[in-house]
Structure formats: structure tokens, C-alpha cells
Antibody
Framework: EVQLLESGGGLVQPGGSLRVSCVAS????????MNWVRQAPGKGLEWVSV????????DYAASVKGRFTISRDVSKNTLYLQMNSLRTDDAAVYYC?????????????WGRGTLVTVSS | EIVLTQSPATLSLSPGERATLSCRAS??????LAWFQQKPGQAPRLLIY???NRATGIPARFSGSGSGTDFTLTISSLEPEDFAVYYC??????????FGGGTKVEIK
């Protein structure tokens, strides 16, 4: 059974940094594209970043490029999102989302999310 | 960037009625379109992928159709648990992957 469990959310001041994590289980973690998708309070879904399966190629939404870094530790089956220079409009629930193998971005499993609040 | 426009924004229906939700893409996404359901306080759940394929465990009352730029999600007979927000998403041309703004199906 696929499981995704996010952690690391919390309150951070504008300009600050935070790292959120996602522990994955139930599939061969290194082979699959893993994503972060966020949802601001009362708003829709916004794709943030992907790390592709097998080659670990990464891509980002324009709104976070240069500030956020996605990575994974295969030995720990853990996905990370390092968020720097946080802004108030980065406040959202951040979901860890499993894609398909390689560069297939079929979002078939979602974690429950972790809440990031950016406020002074 | 491919923009997905969902309509209507809100659909007010009664249990047992048929729901028809629309998603229009700003350029062709071929059949690389998915539909998700989200209930309050929960993560989205994959319903339909590649325009017309039901995900594992999804009831047959949910169906998807379309290709190119125009897509439809149909719920043949609404059950009480189907009242939720529905999002479409394209994965044909990325980055970025894009989502529609959502359609809320509410109880009339």
C-alpha cells in the first residue's frame, strides 16, 4: 500500500527558511517522479516542483524557482522541499504527490499535507 | 503555460441528479487530462486519468470524456458523498503542470 507522510510545516517569518519532508512507502521510491503541490487557504491547487524518477531531474514553478529546492534521499525513502526567502503568498498546505515512473506526472497518490504559515 | 478553465464554478444539484463538469484547455493536451475530487480537510483524490480512465476503486458512476481542448466529467447519479470540489489537471506540457480553478458541487 502506497503511503506518503509529510512533516515539517509550521510558522515562519517572511524571509525565513523551512524544510518540509515526506516519507514514502509501498513502492520503489527512486523510480517514481515525486512532486510537491500546494494549496493556499480557500484556494485551488498549484504545482510547485518535481523530481523525476531514475535521473532525478528537477523542475519548478516560476513562482518558486530560485527559492525552493526539491531533493530526495533514497536510503531514507524521503522527499524534501527546502524553502528559502519565504513570502506571505507561500503560505499553504504542501502536499507530497507521487507520480508515475520517470517523467510521468500522473498524480496517483497524495499525502495528507503539511501546513506552512508565513507571518510576522 | 497551458491554462485550464473549469465551468461552472458552482453546481447546485440534488442527490440522484446527474452532474456534468467542464474543463477547457487553452491549447491541446491530447488525452493527458486528469480529474480529482477534494473534500473539506482532505487531500485530493485521483478519479479519472488520461481523460477517460477511472482510477483504482473509483465507482462506475464517474466517467470522463473528451480530448484535445474540451473535457467533461460526468457523475451519473449523485451520491451524498460526491458533494465536493473537483479539479482538472493537465500533464501534457510541463513545466508547469497546471490545474483548473475547480468546480464545487453543492447540495441544492
Amino acid at each position: 500500500e502506497v503511503q506518503l507522510l509529510e512533516s515539517g510545516g509550521g510558522l515562519v517569518q517572511p524571509g525565513g527558511s523551512l524544510r518540509v519532508s515526506c516519507v514514502a512507502s509501498g513502492f520503489t521510491f527512486s523510480s517514481y517522479a515525486m512532486n510537491w503541490v500546494r494549496q493556499a487557504p480557500g484556494k485551488g491547487l498549484e504545482w510547485v516542483s518535481v523530481i523525476c524518477g531514475s535521473d532525478d531531474r528537477t523542475d519548478y514553478a516560476a513562482s518558486v524557482k530560485g527559492r525552493f529546492t526539491i531533493s530526495r534521499d533514497v536510503s531514507k525513502n524521503t522527499l524534501y522541499l527546502q524553502m528559502n526567502s519565504l513570502r506571505t503568498d507561500d503560505a499553504a498546505v504542501y502536499y507530497c504527490v507521487k507520480g508515475g515512473t520517470g517523467t510521468n506526472l500522473l498524480f496517483d497518490y497524495w499525502g495528507r499535507g503539511t501546513l506552512v504559515t508565513v507571518s510576522s | 503555460e497551458i491554462v485550464l478553465t473549469q465551468s461552472p464554478a458552482t453546481l447546485s444539484l440534488s442527490p440522484g441528479e446527474r452532474a456534468t463538469l467542464s474543463c477547457r484547455a487553452s491549447q491541446s493536451v491530447h488525452s493527458y487530462l486528469a480529474w480529482f475530487q477534494q473534500k473539506p480537510g482532505q487531500a485530493p483524490r485521483l478519479l479519472i486519468y488520461d481523460a477517460s480512465n477511472r482510477a483504482t476503486g473509483i465507482p462506475a458512476r464517474f466517467s470522463g470524456s473528451g480530448s484535445g481542448t474540451d473535457f467533461t466529467l460526468t457523475i451519473s447519479s449523485l451520491e451524498p458523498e460526491d458533494f465536493a470540489v473537483y479539479y482538472c489537471q493537465q500533464r501534457y506540457n510541463w513545466p508547469p503542470v497546471t490545474f483548473g480553478g475547480g468546480t464545487k458541487v453543492e447540495i441544492k
